[in-house]
């Protein structure tokens, strides 16, 4: 009988705090706008991440160029995913924000066929359940998209970049370097759009110091925290099947906390994701004499 262990249980924890994030993200807005609340967000991710980058001490990789260009170059990408995550909750609910989001999971297969990597049916059967889900959540019957789910879909076009990138650079370089030079580079280019675009007043922030605080420290360092630690006893195809939970967290959170509610067609679509999600990162079994042979 197989049983849930802790570091699953802790998996589980960083799902949930991922999902409810996209509550404290559209409560943020009541008070600042989408790129004024990511500076913060962003700044608040790098430093609550310097004492675990001070506790890993001499586990962490050498530093080096390759640590700086690749966090200009994730920094960036990460910018424009949650740029496009956080305007289109202006327009979309936090439960719908989660599941679109979660399309990153059935697009990097995808992406990786492009850059020639194979992919098998399970894979194929999760992206079409994906997509049937995306139609029924978010198009009309005018065969139109809802603005801020397309907001939300572009958002994970940029999600699929940062995690292919993330992939290449984590065997390179330092993984909590990695992310505190990411998130200053992403809160360089926030501040900029912020200035550009909006007014954001000290009261704003004083205002949303909650949604900051969850958002930036939450589920930036202490989530961070918890997926290394419960990562390194579990497979990482069963680490990305319990992550990708989170879509399901962000609908509790949002009908909890913000009153969302979701119809039949949303909820079919809801599922048809997450199935999708589920079948296409879901272990598949090898045959003993194939596993004796690995």
């Known amino acids: 009988m197989t049983f849930i262990s802790p570091s699953h249980l802790l998996l589980i924890c960083v799902a949930a705090i991922w999902g409810f994030a996209f509550v404290a993200q559209s409560a943020g807005m009541e008070y600042l706008g989408p790129h004024s609340f990511n500076a913060a967000r962003f700044l608040l991710g790098a430093l609550s ?4 980058w001070f ?3 001499k586990k962490r990789l050498p530093q080096g160029k390759t640590l700086i260009l690749g966090g200009l170059a ?6 424009g995913g949650f740029s496009f995550q956080q305007i289109g909750l202006l327009y979309t609910t936090a439960g719908n924000a989660g599941f679109i989001t979660g399309m990153y999971i059935v697009m990097v297969p995808i992406a990786g066929i492009l850059l020639g990597q ?6 194929w059967s999760g992206v079409i359940l994906a997509v049937l889900g995306l139609y029924s959540l978010s198009i009309g019957p005018d065969f139109e998209m809802a603005y801020g789910d397309l907001l939300e879909l572009i958002g994970a076009c940029f999600w699929t970049a940062h995690v292919i ?7 390179k370089v330092d993984a909590i ?16 759009a912020a200035l550009l675009y909006e007014t954001p007043a000290f009261t704003d922030f004083q205002g949303a110091w909650l949604p900051l605080l969850y958002a930036g420290v939450a589920s930036s360092g202490i989530a961070c925290t918890l997926q290394i630690i419960g990562q390194r006893k579990v497979e990482p195809s069963v680490t990305a099947l319990i992550l990708s939970t989170e879509a399901i967290f962000a609908v509790i959170g949002g009908w909890l906390l913000l009153g969302e509610t979701l119809g039949s067609k949303e909820l079919l679509g809801c599922s048809l994701m997450l199935a999708g999600m589920l079948v296409s990162q879901w272990p598949s079994r090898k045959r003993p004499e194939l596993a004796a042979q690995g």
Not at 118 to 123: A, C, E, I, R, V
Not at 165 to 171: D, E, F, M, Q, T
């Open 49 to 52: 991440l310097v004492p675990l």
């Open 55 to 57: 506790l890993m001490g």
């Open 74 to 79: 994730a920094g960036t990408i990460m910018f």
């Open 118 to 123: 194979s992919t098998n049916l399970q894979t």
């Open 165 to 171: 990138i993330i992939g290449w650079l984590s065997r």
């Open 177 to 192: 370097g990695l992310s505190i030079c990411q998130f200053l580079v992403a809160a360089v280019w926030a501040t900029i």
